[in-house]
């Protein structure tokens, strides 16, 4: 389970505990994009009343500890931007992306951060660190000085680099703090390299997103921004679905997306914004 990637499909036991985390997990992303859930938990087969409509007094989901969930989790009726909106600001559909995203990914909060640091720094091998930071990378939003304190205890001019490369686009502040990430780069040698490895995602623009891309899902910028067209593409078929347009989809769905390509071969799914997204590979489109 990925929280900023949740679309799915579960088969859940709810007699086990870490099944009935997970389904309160799905309702909290449910609350976090102000959801209603039974427009996200779709197909739903067995228990159907497993799934709560909202918290208690408590703030808690209550769940049953008896039963089966099957349900496919979507987050695709969610509120979007009128994308073909003549009177948008295209600056605010940028505004737009980058409110979701952060309403998907966890925040890196002072008790949380000092746990982290503290196990990074006592972990003596890079490769270690590394797994530690693209665990981070995935699924938390940090700010510029967590990122500054990760390069000092990283201790070499390579681990730092990619550091950078791997949190830059999980940094808060928008350009400005992106930036300033960047300027933690050791050297102008490893500036242009920091550069280079994130030019894809620095590059992007939301609002004028047409052209090719070739998408390394190991490197976590690109990642992102597969998860970000992905987000935007779902926009614009709900837009488009809405207004009754002509679809000139390739596939037939009002999808904007097309030659889709993963590990060199036609992609294996029907509908990209419905893709359960991997995690590594090459991804062209």
């Not at 979701?100 to 925040?107: D, K, Y």
Request: include cysteine.
């Amino acid at each position: 389970f990925q929280w900023c990637n949740p679309e799915h499909s579960y088969d859940l036991l709810l007699s086990k505990p870490f099944h009935r985390s997970l389904l309160r997990m799905l309702c909290k992303v449910c609350r976090a994009l102000d959801m209603s859930p039974s427009d996200a938990f779709l197909d739903v087969q067995g228990l159907k009343e497993a799934v709560p409509e909202k918290p208690n007094s408590q703030g808690l989901f209550e769940v049953p500890t008896e039963g089966r969930l099957k349900c496919t989790f979507s987050t695709a009726k969610s509120k979007a931007p009128e994308i073909y909106d003549e009177g948008l600001d295209l600056e605010e559909v940028r505004t737009k992306l980058e409110e979701r995203m952060r309403q998907l990914r966890l925040p890196m909060t002072f008790d949380k951060s000092v746990l982290f640091l503290s196990m990074f720094e006592d972990l003596a091998n890079e490769e270690d660190q590394l797994v530690l930071i693209d665990v981070l990378s995935k699924n938390f939003r940090v700010d510029y000085s967590q990122v500054e304190q990760l390069c000092i205890q990283s201790g070499s001019i390579g681990g730092r680099s990619l550091i950078i490369t791997k949190l830059l686009h999980s940094v808060e502040g928008g350009r400005l703090g992106q930036q300033l990430s960047l300027m933690l780069a050791s050297s102008p040698q490893v500036y242009n390299l920091c550069l280079e490895k994130t030019a894809v995602f620095r590059e992007f623009t939301p609002s004028n997103p047409t052209m090719h891309y070739n998408l390394d899902l190991r490197n976590s910028c690109e990642l992102y921004l597969a998860e970000c067209l992905r987000i935007l593409d779902r926009w614009e078929t709900s837009c488009a679905a809405k207004r009754g347009m002509l679809d000139v989809s390739q596939r037939g769905n009002n999808s904007q997306i097309r030659n889709e390509i993963f590990e060199h071969r036609p992609a294996p799914f029907k509908t990209f914004s419905t893709w359960d997204l991997p995690v590594s590979g090459p991804l062209g489109l």
